[in-house]
């Protein structure tokens, strides 16, 4: 049999204006538009192949190891959404194999947890669409293909794209203007950098349909967030990203990450995705920006606990010497640093600033922590040689 196989990776991305609540559940539709960061590969991607043969007897996904179904709705609108552009294709071309009429073996794999609130669903997704757009051959742009992904999870839209990315919610009724583009690409703010504290890798207790859900339909600020809030901040925060001023980039995100979880507070029953230890990581932040007198970093948190914090690349050492201090004995630094980088970040703390703190810096921090997780913005789905798939026998390696 011929077996054809094609792969790719995606990114994770990270909201700094959150994306919370639909207009309409079916097509994945937000109330409001939103901007997120694409992150490096490296710690952080899901590594997708897709094949096809006209042997295969059903559509089957194995991710990390397990045969997961594929039944439900959202990855179903994906697969025929792909399909029919392929069809497309072959109405127009005698010559080209049906692949539109044949199943898909598709195998999937996270470097990092599934459902811990790193958009583990984004990046998923979005290697989904792009590794069978590789394997039809289609000729749709990234925008376009954002549209597809779109339906599988909302955020997955942005991770088809490197850098800065906005997702524009859109007006029209079956979603065609609804679909990601990029604000800025990765080279020309490639300083932005980011650390993510790794709270907990435990799945969330209110899942984040259920919680959008239950937001739309209870919170009182949630209205003055979509309406008012949200559409001001998507201009001053492209502005903010197109002029690369960090500093309103960062307040902006700050300000957006206390908005959303505001609102989650503010649904009844209340929803809490941040908890005691995001509390303090936020008091730390504040403590560290008021310190050194500038907005050297910024915190955001998604639907869960972590903390993502976002940094220019200048400013490393700055932060590093409280983090370092604070949290050496969490998994993460090595091997991104040596011990003499290490040691440097200590260094800094313990002969320039030690002196000069005047805030509580929580010494037990660390143990709240699971782990740390260095990284930085980063390229859209790539091509990649490592195939998942055994292209004699169409299934897992």
Same mark, same amino acid.
């Given at each position: ?90 109405? &127009? ?97 490639? &300083? ?105 970093v910024a915190y955001t948190f998604d639907a869960g606990p972590n903390a993502v914090l976002y940094y220019l ?85």
């Amino acid at each position: 049999m011929t077996v054809h196989v094609a792969t790719t990776t995606a990114p994770v991305n990270i909201a700094t204006l959150k994306y919370w609540g639909k207009r309409d559940a079916n097509l994945n539709l937000p109330t409001n538009s939103s901007i997120s960061v694409t992150l490096a590969q490296d710690d952080l991607r899901t590594l997708t192949s897709a094949a096809t043969s006209e042997s295969f007897e059903k559509d089957t996904l194995w991710l990390n190891g397990k045969e997961e179904s594929l039944s439900n709705k959202r990855t179903q609108d994906c697969l025929q959404d792909l399909r029919d552009l392929r069809h497309q294709l072959e109405s &127009q071309d005698d010559n080209l194999p049906k692949m539109s009429q044949w199943k898909l073996h598709i195998v999937s794999e996270n470097n990092f947890p599934t459902a811990a609130g790193l958009a583990s669903s984004a990046a998923g997704f979005a290697a989904l669409v792009v590794a069978i757009a590789k394997l039809y051959k289609l000729p749709q742009d990234m925008s376009e293909l954002s549209r597809i992904a779109r339906k599988g999870s909302g955020s997955a839209c942005r991770s088809l794209f490197g850098g800065f990315v906005a997702w524009e919610m859109g007006e029209a009724e079956d979603g065609s203007d609804s679909m990601a583009v990029q604000v800025l690409p990765l080279d020309q703010w490639s &300083q932005m950098k980011a650390a993510i504290l790794v709270v907990s890798d435990l799945k969330k207790d209110t899942p984040s349909t259920q919680g959008m859900q239950l937001t739309v339909a209870t919170s009182d600020l949630f209205q003055e967030r979509i309406n008012k809030v949200v559409p001001n901040r998507f201009i001053e925060m492209k502005d903010a990203i197109i002029k690369r001023d960090f500093t309103k980039f960062a307040d902006l995100t700050m300000k957006d990450s206390n908005s959303f979880h505001a609102t989650c507070l503010d649904s009844y029953p209340p929803i809490f995705y941040i908890n005691d230890t995001s509390k303090k990581i936020i008091r730390l932040v504040h403590s560290i920006n008021s310190f050194f007198n500038e907005t050297i970093v910024a915190y955001t948190f998604d639907a869960g606990p972590n903390a993502v914090l976002y940094y220019l690349e200048e400013n490393e050492y700055k932060l590093f010497a409280f983090l370092y201090k604070l949290l050496n004995q969490v998994e993460g630094w090595e091997p991104k640093y040596n011990k003499e980088q290490l040691n440097g970040f200590k260094s800094i703390f313990e002969n320039d600033f030690k002196e000069k703190i005047e805030f509580f810096m929580d010494p037990e921090l660390y143990q709240s922590i699971t782990r740390i997780i260095l990284t930085r913005a980063g390229p859209g789905p790539q091509d990649s040689k490592e195939c998942l798939i055994d292209e004699e026998t169409g299934l897992p390696k």
